[in-house]
């Protein structure tokens, strides 16, 4: 293939599609390329007889258990928390949960505000428009008026029920005089703009036949492919090309026969998440940039934020029925969110209430859960099937110039490019961090009547928010891309994912990820001349 | 995948032993699992052979032991080789819990309807906003920079 593009995206995900959606509109010729494939609606499970064997096989969101041929391995022996993402037209939305809290103000601020980690290069406020056009896109289910965040206009349709799981833990949090909202969520209760109303089948992560769940292969690419956007599937993108003067030229990438084809452009975006990005970062090294492109800082792949989650499980006597309804999408608290000094730790945490799983993830030990094998495995799975309700504490972890990604010396993909290694552990913060939310944790859930409570300091399979890997910034020695994401060393390349993150705040990062790379593409549009874009 | 007929035995009373039968459930292995779990390993890459690598670390006559002396033979795997035997867990589980007549028990004992969640999803009372009654008098404690 020998295409000419005005913007070459790699990655279909929820940034490369609102990315490639702006542009498009905007009358640019956007080419995607994406290693994974589209998923029709009739290609998900939950219909099927095995659906819950389909979910802990090919529709594992773990790219080292699902092992599909479009995936690439992720080397994760040096670290607790093991990756889960997804390839293909819609990225990890395919898989998400579809929780989407914002950002608060103070999140953009952390240096100033509590003397950690660094302030963003930009204010909230310079984001808010940005978020609220995603709110419209995704048809942001929800209640305004809430008083942990700033105001934001009425949510477009009302809250997925609770049940009566999450309304007892709402009435404990009350109780308590703690802080709870439904919160905000990709996922629509009423019908909007043609999509279906969820219909609470539960295992959200298992992907959506409705389209009640907002995945960028929903909510973006259609009106981007429509405005001329086109995506190129099974397009495993191998390395950002550059020319002599070390500005990039396109990107190659092998096909699914291992074809090695280049595609030209006059601006080169990443947006294959906080793995990929750098992963394809640092394969891309070349004389002239012998760490990997844009590496003059030494921060690509540094700063990996993954938010540390602990949980604790109510048990309760009776039957909540905690498998139906949508599984992660319920209420949150923001109490413990702010710094408190008199805590022992910076930054604070959200408290997530999510409900139970289907009777094979159940007996497996779901989340949190602990089903012997043996003589009492009936006994203790009719105890807590349908009868728990998850506190999930998902920690804002600070960035740590140790915790990296770097690219592996025993992994591969089928192609040959070595797999991103992620690199990572807690610092002492974080530690510090869980011992608090987890307490909080189980004292709501007693609050709310449970017999038992189950405690996990964290979880493994927590890796779904990867951040920071090549962190914005006004500065070029001390950051990776300008503060609209393009990076300082190859201004005609850029990153809209979350690789940019500063910081991580304390919520799931899909809203801000998104909402920024909606502001890199106007910036792209406004400020740039897509003719001789590194001018 | 193939397995002898000593190994059909050793695996289906594995079964048994990590999903034995009570007043209301099945026992895994009384349900003829064996090939269902045969089945779902040749799906999974991820760990070829290990189900015969399971039944080979299982004494010749497992499937003769009383279910104690069976029991303590699978403990000591899982200490011993906790990636073999999390492999026989999870097939085991898997055949079981997306069996039809398991899920006709599940269905009787929980409550759970015993479907697939799609297409026809559950019926939840809309979310109700009285509750939020009281978090709604608070005043906005976001901090304002």
């Given amino acids: 293939m020998s295409e000419v593009a005005d913007v070459l995206v790699v990655g279909a995900g929820p940034s490369g599609g609102a990315f490639s959606w702006r542009l498009a509109r905007a009358g640019v010729k956007v080419v995607c390329l994406d290693r994974g494939y589209r998923v029709a609606p009739e290609d998900y499970p939950t219909d099927q007889p095995d659906w819950e064997s389909r979910r802990i096989r090919d529709f594992n969101p773990n790219p080292n258990v699902r092992r599909l041929p479009q995936d690439y391995p992720v080397d994760d022996e040096d670290s607790p928390i093991k990756p889960l993402m997804f390839c293909g037209v819609g990225g990890s939305t395919i898989m998400w949960s579809a929780a989407s809290p914002r950002f608060h103000p103070s999140d953009f601020r952390v240096r100033s505000l509590d003397g950690v980690a660094d302030d963003w290069p930009l204010r909230y406020r310079e984001l808010e428009g940005y978020y609220d056009l995603c709110d419209r896109m995704v048809g942001m289910g929800g209640m305004s008026g809430d008083p942990a965040n700033p105001p934001r206009p009425p949510r477009s349709t009302p809250p997925l029920p609770l049940g009566e799981g999450g309304e007892r833990m709402a009435r404990a949090f009350d109780r308590l005089g703690w802080h709870w909202w439904p919160v905000d969520g990709a996922i629509i209760s009423r019908p909007y703009r043609g999509r279906s109303a969820c219909n609470n089948c539960g295992p959200c992560e298992m992907g959506c036949p409705r389209g009640a769940k907002a995945s960028a292969d929903v909510i973006w690419w259609p009106e981007a492919e429509e405005a001329g956007a086109r995506i190129v599937t099974g397009a495993a993108v191998s390395r950002v090309t550059v020319d002599r003067k070390g500005r990039a030229t396109g990107a190659l990438w092998f096909d699914e026969s291992g074809a090695e084809h280049h595609t030209r452009a006059r601006v080169v975006v990443l947006a294959a998440n906080g793995l990929g990005t750098p992963r394809i970062l640092l394969s891309s090294a070349t004389t002239r940039f012998p760490e990997g492109l844009a590496n003059s800082s030494g921060l690509v792949g540094r700063r990996l934020m993954l938010h540390p989650v602990a949980a604790a499980t109510a048990v309760f006597t009776e039957n909540v029925g905690s498998y139906v309804g949508a599984d992660a999408y319920s209420i949150f608290s923001q109490e413990f969110y702010e710094t408190d000094a008199d805590r022992g730790f910076a930054r604070g945490y959200l408290m997530q209430v999510t409900r139970g799983q289907g009777p094979l993830i159940t007996a497996l030990g779901g989340f949190n859960l602990d089903i012997p094998w043996g003589r009492g495995h009936h006994r203790r799975f009719e105890e807590l099937f349908g009868h728990v309700v998850t506190v999930a504490v998902l920690c804002e972890d600070l960035p740590d110039h140790d915790n990296r990604v770097v690219l592996s010396d025993r992994l591969a993909d089928r192609f040959g490019v070595p797999a991103p290694k992620m690199i990572y552990r807690f610092d002492e913060n974080s530690e510090k961090m869980i011992d608090h939310g987890l307490a909080n944790a189980e004292q709501v859930c007693l609050e709310a009547g449970a017999s038992e409570v189950l405690l996990t300091r964290f979880l493994p399979q927590a890796g779904f928010h990867l951040m920071g890997t090549a962190r914005m910034g006004s500065d070029p020695d001390d950051s990776v891309t300008d503060p609209f994401g393009f990076c300082h060393d190859i201004p005609n390349l850029g990153i809209v994912d979350g690789s940019v993150f500063v910081t991580s705040a304390g919520v799931n990062p899909t809203p801000t990820l998104t909402a920024l790379a909606l502001r890199s593409a106007d910036h792209l549009l406004h400020h740039r001349d897509l003719e001789t874009p590194w001018n | ?145």
């Fill in chain 2, 1 to 145: 995948m193939e397995l002898t007929n000593a190994q059909r035995l050793k695996l289906n009373a594995a079964l048994d032993t990590l999903l034995p039968g009570d007043e209301w459930w099945p026992a895994a292995g009384g349900l003829g699992l064996v090939d269902r779990v045969l089945e779902l390993a040749g799906l999974d890459p991820s760990h070829p052979g290990m189900v015969a690598e399971a039944c080979s670390a299982l004494p010749a006559d497992f499937h003769q032991q009383d279910s104690d002396a069976r029991t303590a033979v699978l403990e000591r795997l899982e200490a011993g080789n906790s990636a073999l035997f999390g492999v026989l867990q999870l097939l085991a589980y898997n055949a079981y819990y997306t069996d039809a007549r398991v899920l006709d028990v599940v269905e009787s004992r929980t409550g759970y309807e015993a479907r697939p969640p799609q297409p026809r999803g559950y019926v939840l009372e809309p979310f109700d906003e009285s509750l939020l009654e009281k978090v709604r008098t608070r005043a906005p404690f976001w901090r304002r920079v």
